[in-house]
C-alpha cells in the first residue's frame, strides 16, 4: 500500500480532503474511509450538498489554510457535482477534483475534464477502498504536495485616497487579477512611510508601485506595469490566423472559439479583459449560472478558456489604425508597430459617456468615477453613494456599494427603470433598505477643491434644484462606442457604430469599395475579412450573452471566409 503524502510540517493546520455527497449515508462512508487512512496528516471535511460544502470552503479560505482534494458526487439536486467543483476552483484552483457516480456515464466524464479540468473520475462503491479508492487519492495527493503553493507576492501600491492616477493604478491591478496590497499616506498608514522609506522617495511624486521584487516604480504608465507584473503586453509572432480587437465578454468568446477551433489567434486589449461586464458585482441573467456570477469570475474563467487554447493575450495595446494589405488585415498600434492576419474582429465594445455637469470634470478619480469601480466599494462605508444611470450596469453596481454605504442613490432621468432594467433586477433593488430610487431627476452641477464635496440635482418635471452633500458618484450614462480611428476605414453609422452584414446593403447594393463578388457575411464589415462583434455593432443587444454569441458566431464566419478566400 502507498503511504499518503505528509502534510507540510511547517504548517501549523493540516490541509483538508473535502467530501460532498447528497445521500448522508453515503457521505457517512466516504468520510469514514478516508479519515481511516489520511485522517493523521489532513482534515476530513464531510458536506450534504453543494452550497454546504461551498460555505466550508470558504471558511477554509478565510482561515488562511489549504485544501488538498475536492470529491463530489455527481449527481446531487440543485447544484451537480460538476457545477460545485466549478465553483471550488474559485476558491481552490490546485485542490485535485475527483467527480464520484454510481455507474458508468461517459457524457459526464467528458462534461468534467473539459468544465473543471477532472484529475479523476471514480465509481462507487469502491469496495475495497485499499484498491479502489487508496492508490488513486495516493497519487492525487502526492501530486498536489509537490506543487508550489506558495502565495505570489503582492505588488503594494503607496498612494493617495484622492489622486485619480493612484485610482487608476488600483483600477489596472484589479481589473487584470493581479493581487496588490494598497497603502494610503491620507489614512496614516505606517507601511505606506516604511515603503518609501527603503525606496529612497519622500511621498511627493505618487502613486509608487513596489514589485514583488522589491523594484519601486514611480507612476508607472499602464504599459510600464503591466511589464512589470507579468502580464503580455508583446506578441511572440509577426502574423496571425485572427487578431480579435478588444478583451470584453464578445472579445473573449471570439478567442476562445478561435482557439478551441485551430486558429492562431491574439486578443488585444487596451486595459483589461472583461469590459464593462468585467466590472459587474453581480450578473444573474446569465445562462448556465443560477445563483449569478460576478464579472470578474466570468472574465478570469473565460480568460483561462482562451489560454487553454494557447490564445495570446496582449493588454495595455492601443489599436489606432487598422489596413488592407492583399490578402492580410493590419492593425496598428499607438507606438508605431504593427501586427498582421488574414482576419480580424473587432469587439472594442462601448465606453460610458462622461457627465457633463459643471465642477464635476476635474473630479474625475477624486470622487467622480465611470463605471463601478468596485474597488472603492470598502471606502464608502458608512457614507451615501449616487449612482447615475437606469440600465443593469447601474442596477447592478447598486446592489454591490449597498453592501458598504450608509444609503445609495440612483438618479435616473425616466419616470421609471421599467424601460431599460430588467425586472429581476428591479425586483431586488426594491427589497433593499438602504436603496432609494430618484426618477425624474438629473446631476447637473457638483463642488470640490481636492474631491467631490457636493452635487446639484434637477427634478425635470417640476424644475426643482436641490444640493446634497456627497463624495462619491458613479456614472453609467450612454454607450459611446470607440471608433474614431475606423473612419475613412470601416462604413459606421451616425453614432459611430460598426454596420455589417445586411446594414451595409440595405438599398440593394455593395458597399463602396467592396470588391468581392457576394455580399458581406452577417457579421461582416465594408472590409472583406474584418468582422464585428458584440456592442460596437450597430443594432446590437446590449447583454453579455449576445456579445458572447456573437463572438462565436464571428468566428464561424472567419472559417467561412477563410475557406473561400
Known amino acids: 500500500m502507498t503511504t499518503p503524502p505528509p502534510a507540510e510540517t511547517a504548517r501549523v493546520s493540516r490541509p483538508s480532503i473535502l467530501t460532498v455527497d447528497d445521500d448522508p449515508s453515503v457521505s457517512r462512508a466516504v468520510a469514514r474511509d478516508l479519515r481511516r487512512h489520511y485522517g493523521e496528516t489532513y482534515r476530513i471535511v464531510r458536506a450534504e450538498s453543494g452550497a454546504q460544502a461551498l460555505e466550508a470552503l470558504r471558511e477554509i479560505k478565510l482561515r488562511g489554510e489549504e485544501v488538498a482534494a475536492l470529491l463530489a458526487d455527481y449527481r446531487m439536486p440543485r447544484m451537480s457535482g ?83 492616477r493612484s485610482y487608476e493604478v488600483r483600477d489596472f491591478l484589479a481589473r487584470n487579477s493581479v493581487p496588490f496590497r494598497w497603502h494610503s499616506l491620507d489614512d496614516g498608514d505606517c507601511e505606506a512611510a516604511r ?12 502613486p509608487v508601485v513596489v514589485t514583488p521584487e522589491g523594484e519601486p516604480l514611480v507612476r508607472p504608465t499602464d504599459a510600464e506595469l503591466a511589464a512589470r507584473v507579468g502580464l503580455s503586453t508583446q506578441p511572440s509572432a509577426d502574423f496571425y490566423d485572427l487578431i480579435v480587437v478588444g478583451g470584453g465578454p464578445a472579445g473573449l468568446g471570439a478567442a476562445v472559439y478561435g482557439g478551441s477551433e485551430g486558429l492562431r489567434t491574439v486578443l488585444v486589449e487596451r486595459v483589461a479583459t472583461g469590459g464593462q461586464a468585467g466590472t459587474s458585482s453581480r450578473i444573474e441573467n446569465y445562462l448556465g449560472f443560477p445563483d449569478g456570477v460576478s464579472g470578474e469570475q466570468l472574465t478570469e474563467r473565460a480568460r483561462r478558456q482562451a489560454l487553454k487554447f494557447d490564445v495570446e493575450m496582449l493588454t495595455t495595446r492601443d489599436v489606432v489604425a487598422l489596413e488592407q494589405r492583399g490578402a492580410a488585415r493590419v492593425v496598428r498600434f499607438d507606438d508605431g508597430t504593427e501586427l498582421a492576419a488574414h482576419t480580424v474582429i473587432l469587439a ?151 454596420l455589417a452584414g445586411p446594414d451595409l446593403t440595405a438599398d440593394g447594393g455593395a ?55
Open 82 to 164: 460538476i457545477e460545485f467543483l466549478e465553483e471550488a476552483m474559485d476558491l481552490f484552483p490546485q485542490a485535485r477534483r475527483v467527480l464520484l457516480t454510481a455507474y458508468a456515464d461517459t457524457e459526464a466524464a467528458i462534461q468534467a475534464i473539459n468544465v473543471v479540468d477532472l484529475d479523476h473520475y471514480l465509481f462507487k462503491p469502491w469496495d475495497p477502498p485499499e484498491e479502489k479508492l487508496y492508490p488513486v487519492l495516493d497519487e492525487l495527493l502526492h501530486a498536489w504536495s509537490v506543487t508550489d503553493r506558495q502565495p505570489a507576492r503582492q505588488v503594494r501600491v503607496v498612494g493617495h485616497r484622492w489622486s485619480p
Open 195 to 206: 515603503l518609501l522609506a527603503a525606496a529612497g522617495l519622500d511621498g511627493s511624486d505618487l
Open 348 to 498: 472594442t465594445g462601448v465606453s460610458y459617456r462622461m457627465l457633463g455637469a459643471p465642477g464635476l470634470d476635474h473630479l474625475a478619480g477624486r470622487g467622480v468615477f465611470y463605471g463601478a469601480a468596485t474597488t472603492e466599494g470598502p471606502s464608502c462605508a458608512g457614507q451615501d453613494v449616487y449612482l447615475v444611470g437606469g440600465a443593469n450596469s447601474a442596477g447592478q453596481a447598486a446592489m454591490y456599494f449597498s453592501r458598504h454605504a450608509r444609503r445609495v442613490v440612483l438618479v435616473i432621468r425616466a419616470d421609471s427603470l421599467d424601460r431599460s432594467m430588467s425586472r429581476y433586477l428591479i425586483d431586488q433593488l426594491a427589497g433593499v433598505p438602504n436603496i432609494e430610487v430618484r426618477t425624474c431627476t438629473e446631476v447637473v452641477g457638483g463642488t470640490g477643491d481636492d474631491h467631490l464635496e457636493s452635487l446639484t440635482l434637477l427634478h425635470n418635471a417640476t424644475g426643482e434644484k436641490t444640493t446634497v452633500e456627497a463624495s462619491w458618484l458613479f456614472a453609467f450614462i450612454g454607450a459611446a462606442p470607440r471608433t474614431d480611428w475606423l473612419e475613412g476605414t470601416v462604413s459606421r453609422d451616425e453614432r459611430g457604430f460598426l
Open 511 to 565: 458597399p463602396d469599395g467592396w470588391a468581392l463578388d457576394r455580399p458581406p457575411y452577417h457579421l461582416e464589415t465594408s472590409v472583406p475579412g474584418v468582422f464585428v462583434a458584440g456592442d460596437v455593432r450597430a443594432d446590437s443587444v446590449k447583454r453579455v450573452a449576445s456579445a458572447v454569441g456573437e463572438g462565436a458566431m464571428a468566428v464561424t464566419l472567419v472559417h467561412r471566409y477563410l475557406e473561400r478566400s
